[in-house]
């Protein structure tokens, strides 16, 4: 599955961003969705999950509260809607999709089948 992600950019402190990510291909429903983040001079980390229903979903610690990942099947589509972010909320983010393993791995994971390009969030303060 070839994925799509858009809807980075500049937002002051304090602000909300909804990213999204769109997958090419008919089988977008089998996929566990989710969602990375790699700040400059940083090791990429995990971010968010969401099952292939869309009714269960993880987060880290760091954006507990403050994100909400969801999904769209019928669009192909999964998002991350970014409230309160924070100046340490920069980074580039990056959708990832993979059919065998579940959201309480996803983070975990040593290898993921596919990641979209990645799309860029700046927070100033």
């Known amino acids: 599955v070839q994925l799509q992600a858009s809807g980075g950019g500049l937002v002051q402190t304090g602000g909300s961003l909804r990213l999204s990510c769109a997958a090419a291909g008919r089988t977008f429903s089998v996929y566990v969705m989710g969602w990375f983040r790699q700040a400059p001079g940083k090791e990429r980390e995990f971010v968010a999950a969401i099952n292939r229903s869309g009714g269960s979903t993880v987060y880290a610690d760091s954006v507990k509260g403050r994100f909400t990942i969801s999904r769209d099947n019928a669009k192909n589509t999964v998002y991350l809607q970014m409230h309160s972010l924070k100046a340490e909320d920069t980074a580039v983010y990056y959708c990832?999709?993979?059919?065998?393993?579940?959201?309480?791995?996803?983070?975990?994971?040593?290898?993921?089948?596919?990641w979209g390009q990645g799309t860029l969030v700046t927070v100033s303060s």
């Open positions: 990832a999709a993979d059919r065998r393993i579940t959201i309480a791995t996803f983070g975990d994971a040593k290898h993921i089948d596919y």
